[in-house]
């Protein structure tokens, strides 16, 4: 692909390659949680479901306009691309060339809003005043009503905070590491301390709003999107079992509205970082955010999915599977007599389903030709459950026999660009074990090595 | 049997679920034909469009199941599919008879013909929610947004109050091409559909603004920077952003020369 560039010194579009390629680590490009209509007047509004744009290479979304402010970052993680120590082209956006690109593009009808980030410049305030008055002139002198999610600055002054979060739907601070002893070795200038101060003052922020709304329903709205955050995995040595606490207290005691997880991509090559031969771990998150859908969506705890002696994910079966196999005591599930919370918990029967099945019972009875009407993934429900009392096949309610059956001749998922799936091997397989035998082959069958 | 043909409009299926009303007919032997369908010993009766019966019928459904459904039934006649006169016709008939409240009309998904009409509701909504995302505009050179494209749905008079609400103090244009059919939104005011075959013929005339292109290759560049180079996945970005809407999208169009 070629493009147009510039003419002139370090153009807008030098500009964008560079800010873009710097934030495109960051996960969340989200632009649900708010429901805005225009006003009639400004450019914009905001729909609750979020839109997505368009697609990249990699299948992620393209909702925002996802750049940082500067990539010029005083800091030295040694996980991130910007750190001061890389040697890369370093550019600063001006809050005037941020407003025109994202007014442009909205009209288009190319992105839902702006993300924007930033490296640290000079200073945490420093940085933050930058945000903030970038936020304040697209809202103010350039009228635009759209999404706006903000990245608030660990050791920021709490005042700019505040005032960045009127202007914004969506804040975030990033917890980068699971945990304070991996945030100590590879991101030495952040503190946990700084990133979770922000995290309550947002959280109270949002509270006191939404006590403020009550009584005035015109009051200015702080963050009205919620506040998110991410970590990233498979860069320090936790577990699934303690990345998903983590993200179960950050739901409960922070109130947030996502956690994103971000598959650690080694970009510096740092010797203190683990390098990945397979790439990414993108099993790792791919499991990682269905366990947050289980606790989020489905009434689980994460203490119900693992323990500390099944500290991992199971990578053949999904979460709710391995969750399902291990508690069989709790199925057959009668899908015309079970409560919701219960019906929730059938691999192959989701949130929509369940609410569906609950609402088409009470004018017929289901029966197994019915639940592929309304959604439900038969061929992973099928172990679970019951219509009138009978199973859709004779089936064996018993571990080893759903697990290999589930795992056996489904397509999985495919994950990464290798199509990498999982089969059940036959004897009469020949995969992978193509070519004659070598001498040194028949020797090893001789004497009972192989 | 009696099959009722009437235009292919909302408000001619409505006029039609009032005249089945009106003339008392056993609604499990009456059909509502949107197309020349055939059928054998049927008398076929004719539907006259009109406002006010429509009207009438319309009151009725909201009343009944609320703005949601009556939206959902909406969405299910943009399909094209030749039975969705007849499945929104019982829809609402099993609906009316069973008294089901304000938002339930679409509970009795074992039904079959109710499990239609929600699935091409459901079909239609999707696809509605895409073009949202993926219509694009482009500028014009008296500053005109204009976009075009093709859907499987006739959505365009769902896509268009959206935009206007999102751009109100921008004239833009967008035509579905299949359809011939324009939404027109002059800046401030009410948008209007336009049916009109020589607008849609000298459309290669439209010219495009002078930044257009740059915006353009901005857009594309950003486009293609995002993307993480050790988590390609072409087969994931197809199942989220189908072949079918890539051909307006201007991140996907291959280079350009500036003439």
């Not at chain 1, 560039?5 to 500009?15: F, N, T, V």
């Not at chain 1, 996980?79 to 941020?98: K, M, Q």
């Amino acid at each position: 692909m070629e493009f147009l560039s510039d003419r002139g010194s370090m153009g807008l579009m030098e500009k964008l390659g560079i800010l873009t390629d710097a934030a495109k680590y960051d996960v969340a490009c989200t632009s649900s949680g708010v429901e805005r209509k225009g006003n009639g007047r400004d450019m914009g509004n905001c729909v609750k479901s979020g839109i997505c744009h368009s697609f990249s290479g990699d299948g992620r979304c393209i909702s925002l306009l996802k750049i940082l402010m500067t990539n010029e970052c005083i800091f030295d993680c040694k996980y991130c691309l910007n750190r001061r120590s890389n040697d890369l082209p370093r550019a600063t956006f001006t809050p005037e060339e941020i407003c025109t690109l994202t007014i442009e593009f909205y009209r288009r009808n190319y992105i839902e809003g702006l993300f924007l980030s930033s490296g640290i410049l000079q200073n945490p305030n420093y940085t933050m005043e930058l945000l903030y008055r970038t936020l304040a002139m697209l809202r103010g002198k350039y009228g635009f009503n759209g999404y706006i999610h903000v990245k608030a600055i660990p050791g920021a002054d709490g005042e700019l905070i505040r005032r960045t979060g009127f202007l914004a739907d969506r804040m975030s601070v990033n917890l980068e590491l699971p945990t304070a002893d991996g945030l100590r070795k590879l991101a030495p200038n952040k503190h946990r301390k700084n990133i979770l101060g922000p995290m309550r003052q947002i959280q109270n922020g949002i509270t006191a709003n939404q006590n403020e709304l009550a009584l005035y329903q015109n009051a200015p709205r702080f963050v009205s999107g919620g506040q998110s955050t991410q970590m990233i995995i498979g860069a320090t040595a936790e577990t699934d079992y303690q990345i998903l606490s983590v993200t179960e207290s950050l739901y409960r005691q922070f109130e947030l509205k996502r956690v994103f997880y971000s598959a650690f991509v080694n970009v510096n090559q740092d010797a203190s970082l683990p390098a990945l031969s397979g790439g990414p771990p993108l099993l790792r998150e791919h499991r990682l955010y269905q366990a947050d859908w289980l606790l989020r969506f489905y009434g689980f705890q994460a203490r119900e999915l693992l323990d500390e002696k099944r500290p991992f994910f199971n990578v053949l079966l999904d979460p709710k599977e391995d969750w399902a196999v291990r508690h069989l005591e709790n199925f057959p599930v009668e899908i015309n007599r079970a409560p919701l919370e219960l019906l929730l918990r059938v691999p192959g029967v989701g949130v929509k389903s369940a609410k569906r099945i609950v609402a088409a019972r009470r004018s017929a009875r289901l029966q197994f030709a019915d639940l592929k009407k309304l959604g439900v993934v038969m061929k992973r429900a099928v172990y679970f459950i019951t219509c009138d009392g009978r199973m859709m096949y004779p089936t064996k309610l018993e571990e080893d026999y759903i697990v290999r059956n589930l795992t056996g001749a489904r397509d999985r998922v495919q994950f990464g660009n290798d199509g990498m799936t999982y089969r059940q091997m036959t004897l009469f397989d020949d995969g992978g074990f193509l070519g004659r035998p070598t001498a040194e082959d028949e020797l090893r069958v001789v004497s009972g090595q192989l | 049997m009696i099959v009722y043909q009437c235009e292919n409009s909302l408000e001619g299926v409505l006029t039609a679920i009032y005249q089945a009303y009106e003339e008392k007919c056993d609604h499990a032997d009456t059909r509502i034909s949107l197309e020349e369908e055939a059928f054998l010993f049927a008398e076929y009766r004719p539907v006259v469009t009109d406002a006010e019966k429509a009207r009438k019928v319309t009151r009725t459904l909201l009343r009944r199941f609320g703005e949601e459904d009556y939206q959902q039934l909406c969405l299910c006649l943009t399909s094209s599919d030749a039975r969705r006169g007849q499945a929104v016709y019982q829809t609402v008939v099993k609906g009316l008879a069973l008294r089901c409240g304000k938002g339930h009309l679409f509970d009795q998904l074992a039904d079959a013909d109710v499990h239609l009409a929600f699935s091409l509701a459901r079909n239609a909504g999707r696809e509605l929610h895409h073009l949202m995302g993926f219509l694009r505009f482009q500028e014009l050179e008296e500053g005109i947004l204009y976009a075009r494209f093709c859907p499987k749905n006739d959505l365009l008079p769902f896509l268009m109050p959206h935009f206007a609400d999102r751009f109100p103090l921008e004239n833009f244009l967008v035509l579905d091409e299949q359809r011939n059919l324009f939404g027109v939104h002059p800046a401030g005011k009410d948008w209007f559909l336009l049916r009109n075959e020589q607008l849609a013929a000298g459309e290669e005339n439209f010219r495009t603004s002078a930044r257009e292109l740059r915006m353009e290759e901005l857009f594309r560049y950003f486009c293609k920077t995002i993307a993480i180079g050790e988590r390609r996945n072409p087969k994931l970005q197809q199942n989220m952003l189908p072949l079918r809407f890539r051909e307006y999208m201007v991140e996907f169009a291959l280079y350009k020369s500036s003439e």
